[in-house]
């Protein structure tokens, strides 16, 4: 009987150029279930997709056999977090934590060893910062921005933290504004939007006050792995005001190798304005001018093209956009249904094979809470809130667990109700801590860590 060889993969990594003759134990060349980790020397992880084995019995001779070891999750529990705002001092809270998808909830406070998340900003219009304080969740651990105060006001800069469940570590005290020439005296004020793509972080930040270049927004790459910070192209905006001609960073996408941005401005040349940034561009072009009195709220790349949702500042229609992947022509797919002021669409995300897409209507009296749902051909009403559960909420950040989606509302708004809402196998239920003290609102955002407990 011939010899089989079991090759080990162990310290030796991929070996990019083996040789004909010899291949070292404890290394390969290629592996049909694993892919080389970036910045991680010799590091794979598993290769998302594949097909699963069928269960008949393989047939012919065995040649060799990799040996690839692959993480048991089976001990890792999943806990969702979702941060927690008070607007007076002391604040004895700062997160609610659920270990069982949302079923029971318990409140975290900083003995605990995780900091105060990022707040709502004093003397801002609470029609967009409602919902700005977003996190994310990336190697199993949770990275959310936090101010400097406990009760943050317009000249109190931010930190980004990482917090893996038991342990938190400041990962960038934000310089002032970050990587400006010469330095301004002003910190950043806010993040206001952070994702990941392509293996990097990017952040929107706004900062104010100052002299001209140093009071705009930026957006920011960050390299998870080896902390590198860097500006993508140039600065975004002319004016250290939310109602800037120009805007700021509000809304981050990433679409076939090119960065978009969503602008928050809604008068002059800030009007929904949609700005794009490929790699080794040295600076931003407007990819779409935008349409008057509104504001981008969202990005979301959805069956081959990307979707814009947008937010009326004052009065007039909201409206959600289709950018085509060829010609990168716009048209408007989705109308809203009030004309009001600060009536919106909000933040998508992709679940199940549709776009689902957050309206919202904060107008005394024409209150709406309404999530959509877009297969690609139809637009329906996958959910009203005000109809199914007697409130309304303005609706923040969503997020993806196991086979849920949850999506997070704020009560911070005059009149709104805190919620969580989680659709599960078709159903949508409010799950909403019972236990929030009271003085506290949720701050509309929501990520997870993975650990053993």
């Given at each position: 009987?011939?010899?089989?060889?079991?090759?080990n993969?162990?310290?030796?990594?991929?070996?990019?150029?083996?040789s004909v003759?010899?291949?070292?134990?404890?290394?390969?060349?290629?592996?049909?279930?694993a892919?080389?980790?970036?910045?991680?020397?010799?590091?794979?992880?598993?290769?998302?997709?594949?097909?699963?084995?069928?269960?008949?019995?393989?047939?012919?001779?065995?040649?060799?056999?990799?040996?690839?070891?692959?993480?048991?999750?089976?001990?890792?529990?999943?806990?969702?977090?979702?941060?927690?705002?008070?607007?007076?001092?002391?604040?004895?809270?700062?997160?609610?934590k659920?270990?069982?998808?949302?079923?029971?909830?318990?409140?975290?406070?900083?003995?605990?060893?995780?900091?105060?998340?990022?707040?709502?900003?004093t003397?801002?219009?609470?029609?967009?910062?409602?919902?700005?304080?977003?996190?994310?969740?990336?190697?199993?651990?949770?990275?959310?921005?936090?101010?400097?105060?406990?009760?943050?006001?317009?000249?109190?800069?931010?930190?980004?933290?990482?917090?893996?469940?038991?342990?938190?570590?400041?990962?960038?005290?934000?310089?002032?504004?970050?990587?400006?020439?010469?330095?301004?005296?002003?910190?950043?004020?806010?993040?206001?939007?952070?994702?990941?793509?392509?293996?990097?972080?990017?952040?929107?930040?706004?900062?104010?006050?100052?002299?001209?270049?140093?009071?705009?927004?930026?957006?920011?790459?960050?390299?998870p792995?080896?902390?590198?910070?860097?500006?993508?192209?140039?600065?975004?905006?002319?004016?250290?005001?939310?109602?800037?001609?120009?805007?700021?960073?509000?809304?981050?996408?990433?679409?076939?190798?090119?960065?978009?941005?969503?602008?928050?401005?809604?008068?002059g040349?800030?009007?929904g304005?949609?700005?794009?940034?490929?790699?080794?561009?040295?600076?931003w072009?407007?990819?779409?001018?935008?349409?008057?009195?509104?504001?981008v709220?969202?990005?979301?790349?959805?069956?081959g093209?990307?979707?814009?949702?947008?937010?009326?500042?004052?009065?007039?229609?909201?409206?959600?956009?289709?950018?085509?992947?060829?010609?990168?022509?716009?048209?408007?797919?989705?109308?809203?249904?009030?004309?009001?002021?600060?009536?919106?669409?909000?933040?998508?995300?992709?679940?199940?094979?549709?776009?689902?897409?957050?309206y919202?209507?904060?107008?005394?009296?024409?209150?709406?809470?309404?999530?959509?749902?877009?297969?690609?051909t139809?637009?329906?009403?996958?959910?009203?809130?005000?109809?199914?559960?007697?409130?309304?909420?303005?609706?923040?950040?969503?997020?993806?667990?196991?086979?849920?989606?949850?999506?997070?509302?704020?009560?911070?708004?005059?009149?709104?109700?805190?919620?969580?809402l989680?659709?599960?196998?078709?159903?949508?239920?409010?799950?909403t801590?019972?236990?929030?003290?009271?003085?506290?609102?949720?701050?509309?955002?929501?990520?997870?860590?993975?650990?053993?407990?």
């Amino acid at each position: 009987m011939p010899k089989i060889d079991i090759y080990n993969l162990s310290d030796h990594g991929v070996i990019i150029n083996p040789s004909v003759t010899h291949r070292p134990s404890g290394s390969f060349e290629r592996a049909a279930n694993a892919l080389p980790l970036p910045f991680e020397e010799g590091g794979i992880s598993k290769r998302g997709g594949m097909v699963r084995l069928n269960t008949t019995a393989m047939s012919g001779p065995v040649r060799g056999m990799v040996n690839v070891p692959l993480p048991d999750q089976r001990q890792l529990v999943r806990t969702l977090w979702i941060g927690l705002s008070r607007q007076d001092a002391p604040i004895d809270y700062y997160w609610m934590k659920s270990t069982d998808g949302g079923d029971t909830w318990t409140l975290v406070g900083p003995s605990a060893g995780i900091a105060q998340p990022q707040q709502f900003l004093t003397g801002y219009g609470t029609h967009i910062f409602s919902e700005l304080p977003r996190i994310i969740s990336l190697n199993q651990k949770l990275w959310y921005p936090q101010h400097t105060t406990v009760t943050p006001t317009l000249t109190e800069g931010v930190r980004l933290h990482v917090w893996d469940g038991t342990t938190d570590e400041i990962i960038l005290d934000f310089p002032s504004p970050p990587l400006s020439d010469p330095p301004d005296p002003n910190d950043v004020l806010l993040v206001a939007d952070m994702i990941v793509a392509n293996g990097m972080i990017y952040l929107g930040v706004f900062h104010d006050g100052g002299t001209a270049p140093n009071h705009r927004g930026q957006v920011l790459e960050l390299n998870p792995y080896t902390w590198e910070l860097r500006q993508v192209a140039g600065y975004i905006g002319t004016g250290g005001d939310v109602t800037d001609a120009q805007g700021f960073p509000l809304s981050l996408g990433l679409f076939q190798g090119t960065l978009f941005v969503g602008c928050y401005g809604y008068t002059g040349g800030g009007q929904g304005r949609i700005l794009a940034s490929s790699p080794y561009e040295s600076d931003w072009r407007t990819d779409n001018a935008g349409v008057a009195g509104t504001y981008v709220s969202g990005l979301q790349a959805f069956q081959g093209s990307l979707y814009i949702s947008h937010a009326s500042a004052t009065a007039g229609v909201a409206y959600v956009v289709r950018r085509r992947t060829a010609a990168g022509s716009y048209s408007v797919v989705e109308t809203a249904p009030d004309t009001d002021a600060y009536n919106k669409y909000g933040r998508m995300i992709v679940y199940q094979g549709a776009l689902y897409v957050p309206y919202t209507n904060q107008t005394t009296g024409n209150e709406k809470a309404i999530i959509r749902k877009f297969d690609g051909t139809t637009w329906t009403t996958d959910l009203d809130i005000n109809t199914t559960f007697g409130t309304w909420t303005k609706l923040g950040q969503s997020l993806i667990n196991d086979q849920d989606l949850i999506w997070i509302g704020t009560g911070h708004i005059q009149g709104s109700s805190d919620m969580v809402l989680r659709k599960r196998s078709g159903t949508w239920s409010n799950i909403t801590p019972p236990n929030i003290p009271s003085g506290y609102h949720l701050l509309g955002n929501v990520g997870y860590t993975l650990q053993i407990v």
